[in-house]
T-cell receptor, first 113, second 115 residues
Framework: AQSVTQPDIHITVSEGASLELRCNYS??????LFWYVQSPGQGLQLLLK??????LVQGIKGFEAEFKRSQSSFNLRKPSVHWSDAAEYFC???????????FGTGTRLTVIP | KAGVTQTPRYLIKTRGQQVTLSCSPI?????VSWYQQTPGQGLQFLFE???????NKGNFPGRFSGRQFSNSRSEMNVSTLELGDSALYLC??????????????FGPGTRLLVL
């Protein structure tokens, strides 16, 4: 069965600092991987996705993620965090061709000036 | 292109009542999925509809049901509401079910409070 682990419940970074949010997945075949961001009281916005090919994927808002099959990881990175990045971030996995996403528990990001 | 819309945005019901939530997908999207988000359980998949047929179902009781219309709009219904049904209900749409068409775009959600 698919599962996603986001080991960091809450991360605090200073504005301008780099960011890495961790995501580990459990899935037998090649997974489809996603990162979503959710601001308070809002729905989920897609940041980026990985289906196949280049293991380093670029997303919106300056985010990128790297798929590492050997580590079953899909970590999200940003070189310089902005105050507007404060939100909750969710990693998700899906089976190819299926539309039921399995989400991690989320990482809440706080950005301090 | 307009995004996924959900109505109503907020809802207050009492235990035992039933509720119907509505979702309009992005134009051209034929798949609609529903998720429940609670502080305790996180984001959980409820069900998915494609071409008016339920294609996948999560692990929820039969009180949770849904349907999809020919224009791809979808509704979900929860009968005999319980306090634990208080949650943010999110709808997501995608182009279809083929490989590469699975990217889901989410609506703003309907926040349901059961008293």
């Amino acid at each position: 069965a698919q599962s996603v682990t986001q080991p960091d419940i809450h991360i605090t970074v200073s504005e301008g600092a780099s960011l890495e949010l961790r995501c580990n997945y459990s899935y037998g075949a090649t997974p489809y991987l996603f990162w979503y961001v959710q601001s308070p009281g809002q729905g989920l916005q897609l940041l980026l996705k990985y289906f196949s090919g280049d293991t380093l994927v670029q997303g919106i808002k300056g985010f990128e993620a790297e798929f590492k099959r050997s580590q079953s990881s899909f970590n999200l990175r940003k070189p310089s965090v902005h105050w507007s990045d404060a939100a909750e971030y969710f990693c998700a996995v899906a089976q190819g061709g299926a539309n039921n996403l399995f989400f991690g528990t989320g990482t809440r990001l706080t950005v301090i000036p | 292109k307009a995004g996924v819309t959900q109505t109503p945005r907020y809802l207050i019901k009492t235990r035992g009542q039933q509720v119907t939530l509505s979702c309009s997908p992005i134009s051209g999207h034929r798949s609609v999925s529903w998720y429940q988000q609670t502080p305790g359980q996180g984001l959980q998949f409820l069900f998915e509809y494609f071409s008016e047929t339920q294609r996948n179902k999560g692990n929820f009781p039969g009180r949770f049901s849904g349907r999809q219309f020919s224009n791809s709009r979808s509704e979900m219904n929860v009968s005999t509401l319980e306090l634990g049904d208080s949650a943010l209900y999110l709808c997501a749409s995608s182009l279809g079910t083929g490989v590469g068409q699975e990217t889901q775009y989410f609506g703003p959600g309907t926040r349901l409070l059961v008293l």
